[in-house]
């Protein structure tokens, strides 16, 4: 089995495209080389401009490792090929990919997996799946903050429009390439809310592709087949973290994390590259596979509508594989003939371009692969309702009952509390002694009788906490939209 790794493009360019290149750290300088050198060989009509980034830039002073002009030209240019970067250990240095994929809108992160059995060993030689991973929400949008001496919090961000672009992009490219099905893999039994709407969207949205199967699976077993028996998945559609993960692993079962690329599709800009990172371990050896990246650079040909090029790159990368000659990391002796080293491999995928591979299936890319997706309409808003508040509390004590009594001098002649729960485990009332508690208390202020509560009741909360020398750490407004509660319970209550 073999995945037709062509890639859908949103928008067409000219026939020359000016792309911008970023040849990164550790084993970036080399793959990038050896990928530049394939890609020019086959006639790409790319002219190129080159930027500076990651851990030089990072150490020169510059927490973001990207000078602001090369912003510029990455913006100007639109499509961006990129070699891992490595970003240095210890505070301060923000992710440059985490920024990049963000600041350019890249929504879509398109990660394919396939064998390429028998060439390269692995224990899944019917592999073909696709991974579309969302990117630039979850817990990726990095708000996180500690708020007491025991606990720090990262905030999970899902939204609706995050959801419906990147479901519909993973049921429009199923569509385009005659996938099957569409996986969905989340947490919602635990996550309610976020999880929850993503896994809402997906049962939105696959209803508007009857001819396409859906499913879901929960993430854990879902990740679990996903190890054990990747062929009966398709496209998956994942949010941020499980798709980070999951990809890799994916892309490691197929026999090599150094074989896979990825492309970073936004409405305007793209970014591609390889999937692994820097591998400094492996730097400046002439052992890297350059596969991963030229994977990546095979999706930004077909993105700029030069499908010709890529097909004759994808068709002469399978045949150099199929003849045996490969790089140490996927060399096993018995299925490999020629170990060679990053120069050499990227020499033989040149001499056989023009070639096709006899046993793996020659690829055939077509050129109309733009996806249109329509532009998010922002929905009719819903009535929102105060039901309540939690009020957060730093308190060093260990006692729920006696937490319980100097918060309830902060009730008022409208709200109460209703509960106490430490990291979201009921404590008061009725909790169990055996509950472990940190110094991290979330207060439950409700309406009195059911009804609503006002902004001057969470106002008049906070003032009376300073008074009594509670140290109050957040509030969390709890709404209901049109007439549902919008908030978790506690667990246990
Ligand atoms: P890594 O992917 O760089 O390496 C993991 C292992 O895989 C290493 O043993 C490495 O030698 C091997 N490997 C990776 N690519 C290979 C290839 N092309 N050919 C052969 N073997 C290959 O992961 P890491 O070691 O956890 O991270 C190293 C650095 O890369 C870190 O600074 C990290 O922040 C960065 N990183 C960057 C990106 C990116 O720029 N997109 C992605 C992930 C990690």
Redesign the pocket.
């Known amino acids: 089995m073999y995945l037709n790794p062509q890639f859908c493009g949103i928008k067409k360019y000219r026939s020359m495209t000016r792309i911008t290149v970023a040849k990164?750290d550790?084993?970036g300088p080399e793959?990038m080389d050896a990928t530049l050198s394939i890609i020019m060989a086959a006639g790409a009509k790319i002219e190129i401009d080159e930027i500076e980034i990651g851990e030089k830039v990072f150490l020169a002073g510059n927490t973001a490792g990207i000078a602001p002009e090369s912003w510029e030209i990455i913006r100007t240019n639109k499509v961006f090929l990129?070699s891992?970067?490595?970003?240095p250990q210890g505070g301060g240095y923000k992710s440059l990919?985490v920024s990049t994929r963000k600041f350019l809108g890249l929504y879509a992160n398109i990660r394919p997996c396939m064998s390429l059995h028998p060439f390269v060993k692995t224990k899944h030689p019917i592999m073909d799946i696709l991974i579309v991973r969302e990117n630039e929400e979850d817990l990726y949008a990095g708000i996180e903050h500690q708020q007491t001496d025991e606990v720090v919090q990262c905030l999970k961000l899902i939204s609706r429009p995050g959801c419906e672009k990147i479901i519909r992009y993973a049921f429009e490219y199923a569509k385009q390439q005659n996938r099957k099905k569409v996986t969905c893999f989340t947490k919602d039994n635990i996550m309610k809310q976020t999880d929850g709407l993503f896994r809402k969207v997906f049962n939105e949205i696959a209803a508007e592709y009857p001819n396409i199967q859906n499913e879901h699976w929960i993430i854990d077993i879902g990740a679990a087949k996903l190890a054990d028996t990747p062929e009966v998945f398709d496209v998956i559609v994942m949010p941020n973290l499980y798709g980070d993960i999951l990809s890799d692993v994916a892309a490691q079962i197929t026999g090599?994390?150094?074989l896979a690329g990825s492309a970073n599709i936004g409405e305007e800009c793209s970014m591609f590259?390889?999937?692994?990172?820097?591998?400094?371990?492996?730097a400046a050896k002439n052992?890297?596979?350059?596969?991963?990246l030229l994977q990546g650079a095979i999706m930004m040909l077909n993105h700029i509508g030069q499908a010709d090029v890529a097909e004759r790159i994808q068709n002469a990368w399978l045949k150099t594989l199929e003849d045996g000659t490969h790089?140490?990391?996927i060399f096993k002796e018995g299925t490999s003939k020629q170990k060679v080293g990053t120069a050499e491999f990227a020499a033989a995928v040149i001499a056989n371009l023009g070639q096709k591979p006899s046993v793996l299936k020659a690829v055939t890319y077509s050129d109309n692969l733009a996806i249109e997706l329509p532009k998010y309409k922002r929905k009719e808003p819903a009535t929102k309702t105060l039901e309540g508040v939690d009020l957060f509390v730093h308190w060093g004590g260990s006692d729920p009952n006696e937490l319980a009594k100097k918060i309830k001098l902060l009730e008022s002649s409208g709200i109460y509390l209703s509960m106490i729960t430490n990291r979201g485990i009921k404590v008061w009332p009725d909790g169990f002694r055996e509950t472990f508690c940190t110094d991290h208390w979330r207060c439950r202020f409700k309406a009195k009788n059911g009804e609503q509560m006002y902004k001057t009741d969470i106002i008049e909360l906070l003032e009376k906490a300073i008074e009594e020398d509670i140290d109050a750490i957040k509030t969390e407004n709890l709404y209901a939209f049109n007439g549902t509660a919008a908030y978790s319970l506690g667990q246990g209550q």
Not at 84 to 87: G, M
Not at 287 to 292: E, F, T
């Open positions: 990164g550790g084993i793959i990129k891992p970067i490595t970003t990919n090599s994390v150094g590259e390889a999937i692994h990172g820097s591998a400094p371990d492996i052992i890297a596979n350059p596969s991963g790089t140490p990391d």
